[in-house]
């Protein structure tokens, strides 16, 4: 990584991280904040099981305990913002009968972040099938190493003096924390299969991949400028688990 990638990296992972605390913090926006991060990590299971089981195939057991750990966590970390959202009275909206709504925020299909972060890549090279491992680990790798710090920014703009924002900062707290290990387990794995230069050299390429995939969404952000779509609607749900589209996520 050169070091305009290197300056670009910390201004633009500064700048998401920021929008997503205030987005947190403010009680309007925060709704809809839960509800994507429900949805994404929720969204991860399906993907992370199927490679687990294709690890399992391959033969690789040690990878495939990880990816099973792996996916458990990334189930509660859905459920800890499934639950947020439940106190205060809302929840995802249900996608099967809110179609429009649904297209509207279909950002798993057309994601800016996703489309530059994986170009050059097919939706079916992209399969937890087919996916090259080490794009697998390496990508990852960069979102989780992300992700633990992004949650822990999260979760320090949350109030402690009233119970279910507290609440819910030690639940983030957590989630950030198990990204710390997800991120760990994958440069190991890494480390399993590469040797030490190259390990530094394919998380280099995707750190580059991650600095212009945030630059591509911030400017398809202001190109739209228009209101983002409402992810959630109004109730409890009678259980809390969504099965939104699979999506790559920490
Ligand atoms: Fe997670
Ligand atoms: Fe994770």
Redesign the pocket.
């Known amino acids: 990584m050169d070091f305009f990638t290197q300056v670009l990296h910390l201004v633009g992972s500064g700048a998401a991280a920021f929008i997503t605390a205030r987005n947190m913090r403010d009680p309007l926006t925060r709704p809809n904040t839960l509800a994507s991060l429900q949805l994404a990590?929720s969204g991860s299971v399906p993907y992370l099981e199927a490679l687990r089981d294709r690890a399992s195939a391959e033969g690789d057991t040690w990878l495939a305990e990880k990816l099973t750990c792996h996916a458990n966590?990334?189930r509660r970390?859905g459920q800890i913002f499934a639950n947020a959202l439940k106190q205060l009275n809302k929840q995802v909206i249900d996608f099967k009968k809110a179609p429009q709504a649904a297209e509207k925020s279909g950002e798993s299909k057309r994601n800016p972040f996703f489309d530059a972060y994986f170009e050059g890549y097919s939706q079916g090279e992209l399969k937890p099938e087919a996916i090259d491992w080490i794009a697998f680990l390496a990508s990852t790798y960069i979102l989780e190493l992300d992700?633990s710090k992004d949650f822990v920014r999260m979760a320090n703009v949350l109030p402690e003096d009233e119970p279910v924002s507290a609440k819910l900062k030690k639940g983030i707290l957590s989630?950030a924390s198990?990204?710390t290990g997800h991120a760990a387990y994958l440069r190991e794995a890494l480390e399993r299969r590469l040797m030490v230069r190259e390990v530094d050299a394919v998380i280099d390429s995707w750190r580059t991949r991650k600095v212009n995939a945030i630059l591509a969404m911030v400017s398809s952000f202001i190109q739209k400028s228009s209101k983002s779509p409402s992810l959630v609607q109004d109730g409890v749900p009678s259980e809390l688990s969504a099965t939104p589209e699979p999506a790559l996520?920490?």
């Open positions: 990590e966590d990334e970390h992700a989630v198990d990204e996520a920490a």
